[in-house]
């Protein structure tokens, strides 16, 4: 079973960066799409950033282009969210995701078949 691990959310003031870490228990066909995801109170999961373990392009959601920068330590089999410019909207839970090779950089939460258990952002005025 694939396990998905997410690290280093917490409360943070507007302004400020955060880094999340995302440990995976495989690099594999089925896991070399990830992603990250987040889900505000009250609000459907909405996508934040794509990459693969493979290389290539990232993928980014409009509203965190330019502040967020997805990346990964292959060695390490862990990828990172490096949040800088925090902004209150940016307050939610975010979810690590893995999908199969096949997807592409997929913004599509239905492609992803992994996931983990979530870290809550806080981002206070």
């Known amino acids: 079973q694939v396990q998905l691990v997410e690290s280093g959310g917490g409360l943070v003031q507007a302004g400020g960066s955060l880094r999340l870490a995302c440990a995976a228990s495989?690099?594999?066909?089925?896991?070399?799409?990830m992603a990250w995801f987040r889900q505000a109170p009250g609000k459907e999961r909405e996508f934040v950033a794509a990459?693969?373990?493979?290389?290539?392009?990232?993928f980014y959601s409009d509203s965190v282009k330019g502040r967020f920068t997805f990346s990964s330590d292959n060695t390490k089999s862990t990828v990172f969210l490096q949040m800088a410019s925090l902004e209150q909207q940016d307050t939610a839970r975010y979810y690590c995701?893995?999908?199969?090779?096949?997807?592409?950089?997929?913004?599509?939460?239905?492609?992803?078949?992994?996931w983990g258990q979530g870290t809550q952002v806080t981002v206070s005025s």
């Open positions: 995701a893995a999908g199969p090779r096949r997807i592409g950089i997929s913004s599509n939460e239905r492609h992803y078949n992994y």
């Open positions: 495989e690099r594999t066909d089925r896991t070399d799409t």
């Open positions: 990459s693969r373990w493979s290389g290539g392009s990232v």
